[in-house]
């Protein structure tokens, strides 16, 4: 069912303890939020330069913002948005039942780097550069302002001037939406440029390690529902079980981009279109 539309280029969706979804139109520099007792609301209007969201275990929004020549992150509170704590990145150190974003689509496709070895006369592989890329852990680190979430500081590129008019590409900024979890857990990740879903445990660091082939297609998006299925965005929603089998599929009207477990009982699966917000209970 859509929940929600009239948006104009949706992502970085992320959801609270209590499962109620937030996620930013990055055209209008926007923080919507949506919850089945309250609908769609705005929870900050116009705030610096939005891109994706991940939320500490206090509630806290952390935002990253392609503002700055190596973006920014920063903090709000849902309920009083104008309170804005700049988080610095600090040395990536790993506490105790903390949670590590990352994003839960790469694309890696060499073209930043000459991927010929002269010396054996062979290109890197598609697959070699992503696990070569993504086991690397990142040696600083956004820490939330409980310490209950890092967001690695990946790196970023910079094309023209480091204010509003310049571009900015890392793989935490080009990404839909972070994935997160514990060091030592288990997740999924899409590898675009490779059309493959992955799984990996996640590091200090953020680094992906112990990459295992999933499913033949790797979209926009990944998500885990608490029942052990993956669904994966790639032109429609595609559903597979724990162990990697293809159980099916899910028509969304609109191209889904990003894909996210929520709802009060976690078993809602948000899906983010350009233009519109649809929820599906598989």
Request: hydrophobic letters at 40%; zero cysteines.
């Amino acid at each position: 069912r859509k929940l929600a539309d009239g948006f104009y280029s949706l992502g970085g969706g992320a959801v609270d303890a209590a499962g109620k979804l937030y996620f930013v139109d990055r055209q209008f520099h926007r923080i919507h939020g949506w919850s089945e007792t309250e609908g769609v609301s705005v929870v900050a209007d116009a705030p610096l330069d939005p891109v994706n969201l991940a939320i500490d275990r206090s509630g806290r929004l952390m935002v990253l913002s392609s503002a700055g020549a190596a973006a920014t992150v920063y903090a709000i509170k849902p309920d009083d948005p104008q309170a804005v704590t700049v988080i610095a990145p600090t040395p990536a150190t790993q506490r105790e039942g903390a949670r590590v974003a990352v994003p839960g689509s790469f694309w890696t496709n060499g073209e930043f780097r000459d991927q010929y070895d002269p010396a054996t006369d062979r290109f890197t592989t598609l697959a070699e550069m992503f696990a070569r890329d993504v086991g690397a852990a990142k040696p600083l680190a956004y820490a939330s302002p409980d310490g209950s979430l890092a967001l690695p500081a990946y790196r970023v590129w910079q094309q023209g001037p480091a204010d509003h008019r310049g571009w900015r590409f890392s793989d935490t900024l080009d990404t839909y939406g972070l994935v997160t979890g514990r060091v030592g857990e288990r997740i999924h990740v899409a590898n675009g440029s490779e059309d493959r879903t992955y799984s990996a445990l996640i590091g200090p660091g953020g680094a992906l390690t112990d990459l295992r082939p999933f499913a033949p297609r790797g979209g926009e998006s990944v998500a885990t529902a608490p029942d052990g299925r993956v669904y994966v965005a790639n032109g429609e929603v595609f559903v597979y079980a724990a162990d990697g089998r293809e159980l099916g599929r899910i028509d969304v009207p609109e191209r889904p981009l990003q894909l996210i477990f929520g709802g009060a009982d976690g078993r809602t699966l948000f899906a983010l279109t350009h233009h519109a917000v649809y929820a599906a209970r598989p």
